[in-house]
């Protein structure tokens, strides 16, 4: 918090016109500061949201890439004892659980991530620590749990019913989420009032860990470290896929390939289904299937196939990039809906055109790509804060409320876009509701505790002393309100499987009547706290 106030107070090297406090900051040319406050703050507002718009684009590319990561298969051959066949086993590198709170969580709250982070080294050498990130983070939880739910329950077809069918990983993943915003709590003001010490940073990012292994050994039904629940009625296939029968089985899980299709055909799409890593034949991951004993085509031609075929998509990301008619915006009728189409892909190109970079998601299993979109997001993230300090410079708005709302919103739309097509498409309602719950753990164990933890390492090592949090009781006011208005969230939840037997989805009345008193709890959440940080209540 600090280090945002005094940057303020800097960016408001003040002249006084007419008694008013001018901010002589500016984002490009020194004479923007010559124009009206008023004109100023839409102006970066509008940055402000074209640089959401962006995060949009490049977390759709890193979904696409985190795809190809998690569904990464590993080759075992072995000879049936019985009919001396050769058996290749594809065994799943990644289990299913542990990528939807490690690679999905941390994708989604990426932008929130790195938004603390970068406060975190400009706040570098400060005694107090920044009030940006940590006021986004729980505004970002805040987003997470409210409109994301009152979204996702209205996301199944009238009357469908949609419920999570393992309860106990969701209850293990739900508690660490509560746990979360408790230890935080315990840290601002309990264990050691207004402060921060490397100990209890340490323990929190280690903490995440902890969600992890116990996440797994959930999944796995580890004895004594596990809820006796048994699993239930989860589809082989949590999302049903068109099957190709033109696809010889051999080319199944050749990831190449299919990455180079993927690409090929939905280049022109704007929302990647990032849930198809759930597609796998059984819950263990596993599929085989036999071959013949003589091979089958030249590895040598195949190689140089996936090669020219890796170019031939990267040329394509450029095509894309400066394309304003898609081939499905020519196949409307409506001349003003093609204009309109084209219009905003005019919006899109210069974001398109940057993350054309990033190379194809199909190199190395995705994880070129995946690095590659995390570091563009850091970039972008790091404009965002630039224009949150001006907003706050030429408004005089608190940091804390533009956290709580604008930059939570904005930067937890991955969140949203990625539990929507769950709610969608799934079968089921466990990765739309996983990816909340483990969004807002990751928050706190990672948003929250690599900042403190880069600080308090600084601090212990240069002045010997702790990090200061200067607006804590702001701050712990409104992990009380978010723990109030959370537990009516998951009673509602809890009272839907009892009565209507799911989640999500179910008669529209109820569902809508759910989705508004989300939304409900959402304004409650973000008033209060805006009151409390601004020191009206």
Known sequence: MASILNQTQELQQSSKVLGHVRCESYFLFPGESNLSDGLRAVLYFLGLAYCFIGLSAITARFFKSMENVVKHSRKVVSVDPVTKAQVITYKKVWNFTIADISLLAFGTSFPQISLATIDAFRNMGERYAGGLGPGTLVGSAAFD???????????????????????????????????????????????????????????????????????????????????????????????????????????????????????????????????????????????????????????????????????????????????????????????????????????????KIVFAFVPPCNIAHGWIAFICSLLFISGVAFVVTRFTDLISCVTGVNPYVIAFTALAAGTSWPDLVASKIA??????????????????????????????????????????????????????????????????????????????GAELGGPRLWAWLTSVYFMLLWVIFVVLSSLKVSGII
Not at 243 to 261: E, M
């Open 145 to 351: 749990l409210f409109p994301i739910h009152a979204v996702c329950v209205l996301m199944p077809k009238a009357g469908e019913l949609k419920k999570i069918s393992d309860l106990g990983v969701w209850l293990v993943e739900l508690v660490w989420s509560f746990w979360a915003y408790i230890w935080l709590y315990i840290i601002l003001e309990v264990w050691s009032p207004n402060v921060v010490t490397l100990v209890e940073a340490l323990l929190t990012v280690l903490q995440y860990g902890l969600l992890l292994v116990h996440a797994y050994a959930q999944d796995k039904r580890w004895p004594y470290l596990s809820l006796p629940m048994s699993r239930g009625d989860r589809p082989e296939e949590w999302v049903p896929e068109e099957i190709d029968t033109s696809k010889d089985d051999n080319d199944v899980h050749d990831v190449y390939s299919d990455a180079a299709q993927r690409a090929v055909e939905s280049g022109n799409r704007n929302i990647v289904d990032i849930f198809s890593i759930h597609s796998a034949t059984n819950d263990a991951g596993i599929t085989y299937h036999t071959v013949a004993d003589t091979p089958v085509g030249s590895s040598t031609s195949k190689r140089m196939a996936k090669n020219a075929t890796v170019f031939d998509i990267w040329k394509q990301q450029f095509v894309d990039a400066i394309t304003l008619e898609t081939s499905e915006s020519k196949k409307i009728d409506s001349i003003y809906l093609r204009i309109a189409k084209s219009f905003w892909q005019l919006v899109l190109a210069p974001w």
């Open 423 to 500: 709610a969608e498409r799934q079968l089921t309602a466990d990765s739309a509701i996983a990816n909340i719950t483990c969004s807002n753990s990751v928050n706190i164990y990672v948003g929250i505790g690599v900042p403190w933890l880069i600080n308090t390492v600084y601090n212990y090592f240069a002045y010997r002393e702790p990090l200061y949090i200067e607006n804590a009781k702001g701050l712990s006011f409104s992990l009380l309100i978010f723990f109030a208005t959370s537990v009516g969230c998951i009673v509602v939840l809890v009272l839907r499987r009892l009565i209507i």
